[in-house]
Each structure stands twice: as structure tokens, then as C-alpha cells.
Nanobody
Framework: QVQLVESGGGLVQAGGSLRLSCAAS????????MGWFRQAPGKEREFVAT????????YYADSVKGRFTISRDNPNDTVYLQMASLKPEDTAVYYC?????????????????WGQGTQVTVSS
């Protein structure tokens, strides 16, 4: 079992920045991957970014490439999502997810564990 707890969400103006954190506990060992997804009201959950714990390989959605950066702190089993140049369309609940097989993928179905989510609201 892996437990995931997100933090760092909040309200920010367009153009601003936020950093989300996801702390993992339980069965946390290589090669698992951790990803971020988001879901806006009335929309389906969509992939944002993912990173593999063992080698730091990353993958981003086109919509956030160049604005968001995912990183990891392996000793503390924490993954971060640094978000910059935020837009109102980035408003959503952001979820952290873990794939214990370490697959660097955008498919939500491959992630076995999910956090409760943290709200990010970007005002115009």
C-alpha cells in the first residue's frame, strides 16, 4: 500500500506561481513513478506530469510544458509540481498518483494509488 498526501494548493492570480507537494508513505521504493493529474469542474481528469523515482525521467502534458516542472526528493519520498505562469484554465483539483511499476505514462488507469487532491484556483 502507498499513501499519498498533497499540499500546497490555493488561490493565485493569473501569471503567478504555486508549488504543490505530494508526500508518499508505505511501500515507497524504486522503480515507482509519481504523477500529477487535474480535474476541473465538469471536465474529465487529465494528465499533467509524471516522474520516475529511480532515474528522474519525466513526461509532461503539452498544455503545461514549459510552465510546470515536476521534481522529486527521494530521501523524503516527496514529489513536487512547480507551477509558473498560471492561467485561469489551470484551475482544477490536482491529484497525486503513484504507479508502483515505474511506468512513465499519462494513462490514469496505470496508477494504482491516488491522493485526495488539492484545489488550485487561478483568478483572472
Amino acid at each position: 500500500q502507498v499513501q499519498l498526501v498533497e499540499s500546497g494548493g490555493g488561490l493565485v492570480q493569473a501569471g503567478g506561481s504555486l508549488r504543490l507537494s505530494c508526500a508518499a508513505s508505505g511501500r515507497t521504493f524504486s522503480p515507482y513513478a509519481m504523477g500529477w493529474f487535474r480535474q476541473a469542474p465538469g471536465k474529465e481528469r487529465e494528465f499533467v506530469a509524471t516522474i520516475r523515482r529511480s532515474d528522474g525521467r519525466t513526461y509532461y502534458a503539452d498544455s503545461v510544458k514549459g510552465r510546470f516542472t515536476i521534481s522529486r526528493d527521494n530521501p523524503n519520498d516527496t514529489v513536487y509540481l512547480q507551477m509558473a505562469s498560471l492561467k485561469p484554465e489551470d484551475t482544477a483539483v490536482y491529484y497525486c498518483a503513484a504507479d508502483i511499476h515505474g511506468r512513465v505514462t499519462s494513462l490514469a488507469s496505470t496508477y494504482e494509488y491516488w491522493g485526495q487532491g488539492t484545489q488550485v484556483t487561478v483568478s483572472s
